[in-house]
């Protein structure tokens, strides 16, 4: 026990006196959450339309205003010909174009039919297709206080409703997934460069011709950087409930407990790759390449896993934080409680018992 | 005197390549024993066998009187080891490197106070007590690595190269501690490439291709070989490689 103390002291000793390393360890998940919260906001908010009415009629005015009222947009140009939306949309001033018919509120009131062109800019797809959902909303609504029973009757209009996040907050998808990098982060990429760092500066050697139980350094290692994952786990839950308004709809107990499981993974993963490297770089380059774009890319935190091909999604059942990622998501956001993320439980679970096998066997007492 | 290593036809092979072939000799207590050969002879993988690192393919060994196959944890508690990269923990200061390694060999917190004091005012490293051990200079890192690696007392100390890198007056005064220490009863197996520290050991052995082709004391092996120094002992004895040193 002595032993195991003494070794933990120092493990903490190395961290703290690298004091850059642990202030980016403690910032990182704060920058994540920033960049992710407010600069790559895939929330619509303010998009800048040009609008393009030749007749302004009493129609027109009032769905101007309605778009222009609402929080998704903010009526930035008046064109007058299709020659001001081109230049609008070139110069980066509009990313979405509403074009008035001619003699649009007349078509209406007499014809029951008139049209409004959308045009988005689409270089960001995922965008263009959210705020022309809502364009869409705006119009519809419209049309349905402009005559509830008459025109419509014999239309079905689907009343949209979305759950757990009505406000389509992104916050709500990237919490789960900024947890799920920033464990994978700490608790493999720092713990196997850790490891490796004895075997590169000669000390491991030392290690292994005393009697220190092979466990007991391992444990060492282990112990502060699973400090560190917790207290970066508590940041991002005060600055996801208190700064980005994302509340834990269930039991905070639950989520800890998957939380700490996915940790145990991740520490095992960071072991099993300091056994197979002997240098820090080598050690960098896995945990960087082989699991920081797997969790980018395959884990659900970017893009949707149901939209991926095939072979991809079969890949993603082997990215501990799509599963991780999945349960976070089923307690924070829907609020369901442990019974609800069995299934991701369960694979974590054997996920990490598979890893800690296989590491606690390859970690070589002895030297070749 | 007792025998302290007792090795029988160690032999240590990798794949068809034989790094240690055949070696057998013993070591006294309290004695100097002197390791030596050029590069890629075998020496550094011989004294990792005796110390656990590393399993023998063929024969056997006691060290402190466990066998080297079956007691490693024992034979582990009872040496020290000082390796030719420097060993010590560079970003924690003097005294916890002291402590941490004490611990490590399961010393008492008092035990490990007292020891610390009285080193560091036998070193005359009072002022560097509280110093990151990466701002020393190399002499002073190398007597703390060589102070750290006797510092629970053990019944042998293997020293690989631990000199690599230092002036002669620098490595003399590393000498005396090494010369301390046998007269407090530690038996000190080091291995070294400079041949004037090999005068310095009571007996030593010369590895050349995985075999150890003499062995006696300094000046036994000077009259027999006709030699002026050791220098020229080894010149003779290295001449004889066929292996390429890396």
Redesign the interface.
């Known amino acids: 026990m002595?032993?195991l103390?003494?070794?933990i002291?120092?493990e903490f000793?190395?961290i703290l006196?690298?004091k850059t390393t642990v202030m980016i360890l403690l910032l990182m998940p704060v920058i994540q959450i920033v960049l992710f919260g407010f600069a790559l906001s895939q929330e619509v908010k303010d998009t800048k339309v040009v609008v393009l009415a030749n007749t302004s009629d009493d129609a027109t005015r009032r769905i101007i205003d309605r778009v222009d009222a609402s929080e998704y947009f903010d009526v930035a140009v008046v064109a007058h010909n299709s020659n001001d939306i081109d230049a609008a949309f070139r110069d980066g001033k509009a990313k979405l174009a509403m074009v008035f018919e001619d003699h649009f509120s007349e078509n209406l009131k007499h014809t029951g039919k008139a049209h409004i062109q959308l045009i988005a800019d689409a270089t960001d797809p995922n965008a263009a297709t959210s705020f022309l959902f809502y364009a869409s909303n705006i119009i519809t609504n419209y049309q349905q206080d402009l005559s509830p029973t008459q025109t419509n009757s014999g239309l079905i209009t689907p009343e949209v409703k979305m759950l757990y996040n009505p406000q389509m907050k992104s916050a709500f998808n990237f919490v789960p997934g900024v947890l799920g990098m920033i464990m994978i982060l700490i608790c493999a990429m720092m713990t196997s460069i850790a490891i490796v760092r004895e075997k590169e500066?000669?000390?491991m050697?030392?290690?292994?011709?005393?009697?220190?139980k092979p466990i007991y350094t391992i444990l060492s290692k282990i112990a502060p950087y699973f400090v560190l994952s917790v207290i970066n786990f508590a940041t991002i839950m005060l600055l996801s409930v208190f700064v980005l308004k994302v509340p834990i709809a269930g039991s905070f107990i639950s989520l800890l407990t998957v939380s700490l499981l996915y940790i145990f993974v991740a520490l095992s993963l960071g072991l099993l790759i300091s056994t197979l490297t002997s240098s820090q770089l080598a050690a960098m380059m896995i945990s960087g390449m082989g699991l920081m774009i797997p969790v980018m890319l395959l884990s659900g935190m970017i893009f949707p896993i149901e939209n991926m091909p095939a072979f991809l999604r079969f890949i993603s059942n082997f990215v501990p934080a799509r599963w991780y990622i999945d349960a976070v998501k089923t307690i924070m956001i829907k609020g369901l409680g442990l019974g609800a993320v069995l299934k991701d439980v369960g694979v974590l679970v054997l996920m990490g018992t598979v890893l800690v096998t296989i590491s606690l066997k390859k970690f070589k007492v002895?030297?070749? | 005197m007792d025998t302290v290593i007792k090795v029988e036809n160690l032999t240590k092979r990798?794949g068809d390549f034989t790094a240690v072939d055949n070696i057998t000799f013993e070591v006294k207590r309290g004695e100097i024993f002197g390791f030596l050969g050029a590069n890629g002879a075998g020496k550094t993988t011989a004294m990792?066998m005796l110390?656990?690192?590393?399993?023998p393919t063929e024969g056997k060994g006691t060290v402190a009187g466990y066998d080297i196959f079956r007691q490693p944890?024992l034979v582990?508690?009872s040496?020290g080891?000082m390796?030719q990269?420097?060993?010590?923990?560079?970003?924690?200061k003097v005294w916890?490197n002291l402590?941490?390694?004490?611990?490590?060999?399961?010393m008492h917190d008092k035990e490990i106070k007292i020891k610390t004091d009285e080193l560091m005012g036998r070193l005359n490293f009072e002022e560097e007590r509280d110093q990151?051990v990466k701002s020393l200079p190399l002499g002073f890192k190398q007597k703390l690595a060589f102070s750290v690696s006797i510092f629970h007392h053990p019944q042998v100390v293997?020293l690989d190269e631990p000199t690599g890198g230092v002036d002669p007056i620098t490595r003399r005064r590393f000498w005396e501690m090494i010369y301390d220490a046998t007269a407090s009863g530690i038996t000190v197996f080091v291995t070294t490439h400079y041949m004037d520290e090999a005068e310095y050991c009571d007996r030593v052995s010369i590895m050349v291709d995985g075999r150890i082709e003499a062995l006696d004391s300094p000046m036994n092996l000077k009259r027999t070989y006709n030699a002026k120094n050791m220098d020229e002992v080894f010149q003779q004895l290295a001449r004889k490689s066929t292996r390429k040193a890396d």
């Open positions: 002595k032993q103390f003494s070794f002291r120092k000793h190395h006196r690298d500066m000669g000390t050697e030392i290690l292994l011709v005393s009697p220190m002895r030297l070749g | 990798f990792r110390c656990g690192l590393s399993i944890e582990k508690k040496i080891y390796s990269k420097f060993s010590m923990y560079e970003d924690l916890e402590e941490l390694f004490g611990g490590i060999y399961g990151l293997f």
